[in-house]
């Protein structure tokens, strides 16, 4: 157990003595085949081609463009600083000798390595962010640990038979034609036997011996021998008639069915047992790396203090909800931030491992920034890191600082790319001029106004009208923008005597005639 143990240190000590993962850069540089001997131009070769991959190192980290002559000192001294550098390929190319080549560089000893020269003064440290991280801590089996189990399982089986047809109904009507049709043969064969009676007496009566003979018998049965065979007719024909009847009558209706059913269903819900932590670990660890890079990084204790008071808050509720325009412009005009970021970072504790008497576990966190004034987004990043520790506390401080070690120096190259770009681009602006009845001179002079200004391009008129203008353009530079706005406005001869106002919320700069947000108060009678 004792070797076990010292195993598992000495493997921790030399995971832990592991340097950050370097950014690999690829430079290439060339040189003219006939500038001296073979091993003089492979080594011109390389050295410019180091440079070029110093340069791009130094752009990467600090957003800076050190390839003119000025800097050309400092990139040699930043140069001589890197060691880890590997000779890719080695050509002729027409008239010259190219070299690629791959350097290793750490944005950090960039940054440390041209901290206080000239290149860094250019470096806009003018900007502030104010950062809001929520953290949380959790373990794998209260992850996996279901709050709710249900399972329902349903099955239903049968079948129905049902007979509508008239057929039971057409037989029944036939059956009393027939009785009825029956009947009227009897009453006929009644009569026929009452007059073969009533025959056999007048016989009688006509006979002088009050009898019939044999042949007058037998002229009666005949005729009552033909009664009988017409009878058998008529009831041979209605049981003729009959039976067409009832086939008239009969439709067959009959509905049949049979079903049977089976469901199953298994719903499972996981509970969320994330619950916030009194150590932040993350965002110690993230903001002590971005000041690395000389971002201005404000504390978010006094403004979560100040806009939310002593109500208790989730950043994903307050992302998500109607606050959060207010919170950002809280942030902007209260807190002075230039940037708002805002992430979670959620400790999973893994299993406890006997073997090494240490707990694993997992960060997870996500971070995004973007701009108070527009809010446009300037970074966004997530990403995961794993360690372990001989308790939940100690591994989520190893783990939070490797994964602060791979966001930070993406997040910084994105903010300090922003700023840079934004100074050498330029920064859009919308510009308003309000009124009533605003004569087509003073409009037309306002629009002429911000074309001049120094350094505006992309001025492009969006409205205009009798209550006022709108105008959007870029400006470059550092100057306050209502100044450059006010300044050039006044200075138009359309304006002289005019009394103007204005205000500045993010990067929309409004002007007004006499007055914004009202109407102007009246002058003062004479008496």
Partial sequence: MFKKKNLAAALCAVLLAVPAVADTVIGEGRAPLGAGNASAVRNVAKQEAVRDAVLKAIKDATALDASGDRFAGIVGEVAKQVQDIRVMSEEAVGNDFLTRVQVNVDRKQIKNAIRGTELDKLNDRSFSILMLVDEFVTSTRDLNLPLEELTEFKYDAGSSFRDKSIKANAASASSSSAAAYSGSINAASAQSARLDASS??????????????AADRSAVKGSASSSSSLSAKENYAAAASAKSASSAVDARNVAANSHETASYKHLVKYQDTSKPTNRPMFLGEFAGRLRDYDLRLLDSSNARSQFFGNKPINLALLANGAEMTKFSEFARTKANADFLLMGSSTVVAGDYNSATGAIGCVVNAEVKAFATAGGEVIASIADSAQASGPNIEGCAAVASKKIADLMAPVFASGALGYWADRSARG?????????????????????????????????????????????????????????????????????????????????????????????????????
């Fill in 200 to 213: 056999q007496g007048s016989l009688a009566a006509a006979s002088p011996h009050g009898s019939l003979h």
């Fill in 427 to 527: 920064r859009q602006y919308t510009v308003e001029f309000k009124g009533t009845n605003l004569a087509l001179p003073m409009r037309m002079a306002f629009a002429k106004a911000l074309r001049d200004i120094d350094g505006a391009t992309a001025v492009e008129k969006k409205e205009d009208g009798p209550d006022g203008v709108k105008v959007t353009l870029t400006l470059k530079g550092k100057g306050d923008a209502m100044e450059q706005v006010y300044g050039a406005v006044s200075g138009q001869a359309a304006f002289a005597g005019k009394s103007l106002d204005g205000t500045v919320n993010g990067e929309m700069v409004t002007l007004c005639l006499d007055k914004c947000g009202g109407t102007a108060k009246p002058a003062a009678k004479k008496r």
